[in-house]
């Protein structure tokens, strides 16, 4: 199976090197969907200024080429030298029928499979989980699961913030209140106020905030009894998260946890190498690296701060240990952080650093998929009414109740009732987030997410569920439904040339690590459907081939949407 615009991309290719040489097989054959055939080509007219000759003369000559291809029903030269397309309704009916029959649904496996570490949701010990976590957590993982489907080795790399100065302010806390208690706290979700309490503190006693710097030397020896405390803190912490997880149907494990802490041996070498390598310097009395390229407002270099004056370590790095891992230890192709984009800078300055040292050769590609914040509908940051941040478990509980609101008059079986809630709550606030380019910020806007029509969550897997319903009317298993598939009428072969593109799609998103792609692309299949059941009777279709060609392509719709569904991450209700 071939996605049409590349099928067509190549017969372009293929024209230009025998009409014109091989010098011009590079040239992009610049493939755009046409309004007056399926698709058109617009490499004459910048071929033509190479070639010093006439636009419409060099077009008829491709045209003449790939009107022979079986692809091809026709090729027309149209306007000042566009090649308008229509493509052979055999092709595309072969296409389509081999792509029901794939196991696969015609998306090809890559062709170099890498090993890609993908750093992702990485929320905070002993910190609450807040609407950026979600993002990154969320966009992460449709990331992973989209990159497995294509054959490429995914290590999951869960940078949890485990260790820091803070801890000592935590433990000196969890001491003053008891182990009991402070349990207890964080049981019942309430991780801010723990943290908030301890600050509070540190900020207000100096005796407290005396101790708590003794508690992060007891902790950075490795004193036991402290350890213990700090182990305490992050099994809680970690309960708390894989509980968020689970629901979100999320696939990261405690397999997955690649914790700062993780690093911490190997600290104290990161700094020897960059030194020795001449890469970062004593500066103040701290040890910095200065990568070329970046200053601060004043025009002066910025540092990525190794070791400060006191001689502790810091986030960055962490960061530098964390990186020359992955490369030499993992030993990753690729390296892809899912990371806030207001730490664009400090990942520029870490990958720069380590392409400095050698620690990131130029066949390793490293890459910040930035994700944008999350805004209320005033668009600002996303608050609570209070003003304080949003817990994230309430938000996944608030979207959950408001869509068995929506469907509540809809099942009268409570136990059905709450399972399509959920899997329609959790469904719409992850495709809300996947459906926008990760980069933007987005609205959280639940009236929008859980609307039933549109580019939401909701939208598509009741698309899913309405297919499920033809097939229960036609006591078919979709399973069974085979080809030929013979889209005859346009909007048929609208939605034929649609799902030929689902590879690409995919391939597309993980080349970029945009998920959204995928998203938009789904959509536009359930939009496809929609359009075709409109203008084309499935049940009701009196010729029988015409009647079993429109079951095999609407079993091929579900199947794509419930593969790229799965792919995002979208739990679907088998009926809605
Ligand atoms: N824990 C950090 C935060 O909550 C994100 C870590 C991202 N990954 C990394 N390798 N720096 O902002």
Redesign the pocket.
């Known amino acids: 199976m071939a996605y049409p615009q590349a099928a067509l991309a190549a017969q372009v290719s293929a024209a230009l090197t025998t009409e014109f040489g091989p010098d011009y097989a590079d040239a992009d054959p610049l493939i755009r969907p046409s309004s007056f055939a399926d698709l058109q080509s617009n490499v004459a007219l910048s071929l033509a200024k190479r070639l010093g000759q006439q636009p419409r003369e060099v077009a008829a000559r491709i045209a003449a080429r790939i009107a022979d291809a079986p692809m091809c029903e026709r090729a027309e030269v149209s306007g000042p030298g566009f090649i308008n397309v229509t493509l052979s309704g055999e092709w595309i009916s072969g296409e389509v029928t081999a792509q029901l029959a794939d196991d696969r649904l015609g998306v090809p496996a890559a062709a170099n499979p890498q090993r890609v570490v993908v750093?992702y949701s990485?929320?905070?010990v002993a910190k609450e989980m807040h609407v950026?976590?979600l993002r990154?957590t969320v966009v992460g993982d449709a990331f992973v699961r989209a990159l497995e489907y294509l054959g490429h080795q995914v290590i999951r790399?869960n940078?949890?913030?485990d260790w820091g100065t803070n801890f000592g302010m935590l433990l000196e806390h969890l001491l003053d209140v008891g182990e009991e208690a402070a349990r207890a706290d964080l049981a019942a979700g309430d991780i801010n106020a723990f943290y908030q309490a301890a600050k509070v503190k540190f900020d207000a006693d100096p005796a407290f905030a005396d101790r708590s710097r003794r508690r992060v030397v007891a902790l950075q020896a490795g004193e036991p009894e402290t350890l213990r405390l700090w182990q305490m803190l992050v099994s809680d912490s970690r309960l708390y998260y894989n509980a968020i997880y689970t629901k979100l149907r999320v696939t990261l494990t405690d397999a997955d946890l690649a914790p700062?802490s993780f690093y911490n041996p190997m600290l104290e070498s990161v700094c020897a190498d960059l030194e020795a390598a001449g890469v970062a310097r004593m500066d103040e009395g701290a040890l910095c690296a200065f990568p070329p390229g970046f200053t601060g407002r004043d025009g002066r270099p910025l540092p990525l701060i190794l070791r400060k004056s006191d001689g502790g370590y810091g986030?960055g790095t962490?960061?530098m240990a964390?990186i020359r891992y992955r490369v030499t230890e993992l030993g990753a192709d690729r390296i892809t952080?899912v990371?806030?984009s207001e730490?664009a800078q400090?990942?520029a300055m870490v990958f720069t650093v380590a392409r400095q040292a050698g620690w990131l050769p130029d066949r390793v590609r490293a890459e910040h998929a930035a994700i944008g914040m999350v805004t209320g509908t005033d668009r600002k940051r996303f608050r609570s009414r209070s003003g304080a941040s949003v817990k994230l478990i309430d938000l996944i509980n608030e979207a959950v109740s408001r869509a068995e609101e929506v469907i509540k008059d809809r099942y009268d079986e409570p136990e059905l009732r709450a399972q399509i809630a959920e899997a329609v709550g959790i469904g719409a606030l992850k495709y809300a987030d996947l459906s926008v380019a990760r980069e933007s910020s987005y609205v959280l806007d639940f009236d929008r997410m859980l609307a039933l029509n549109g580019n939401t969550g909701p939208y598509l897997q009741y698309a899913t569920a309405r297919i499920r319903s033809i097939f229960g009317r036609a006591e078919l298993a979709p399973s069974d439904a085979a080809g030929p598939i013979d889209p005859a009428e346009p909007a048929e072969r609208a939605l034929a040339l649609r799902l030929l593109g689902f590879g690409a799609a995919i391939t597309e998103a993980v080349a970029t690590a945009e998920p959204h792609k995928l998203a938009g692309f789904l959509f536009e299949v359930a939009s496809d459907f929609t359009a075709f059941y409109e203008q084309c009777p499935v049940l009701k279709a009196g010729d029988p081939a015409v009647r079993q060609s429109r079951l095999a392509i609407a079993a091929l719709t579900l199947r794509v949407l419930l593969t790229g569904l799965g792919l995002l991450g979208i739990p679907v209700p088998d009926r809605m």
């Open positions: 750093d990485a929320p905070n950026g976590h990154t790399a940078h949890i913030g700062e986030y962490t960061d964390a952080y990371v806030g730490q400090h990942l």
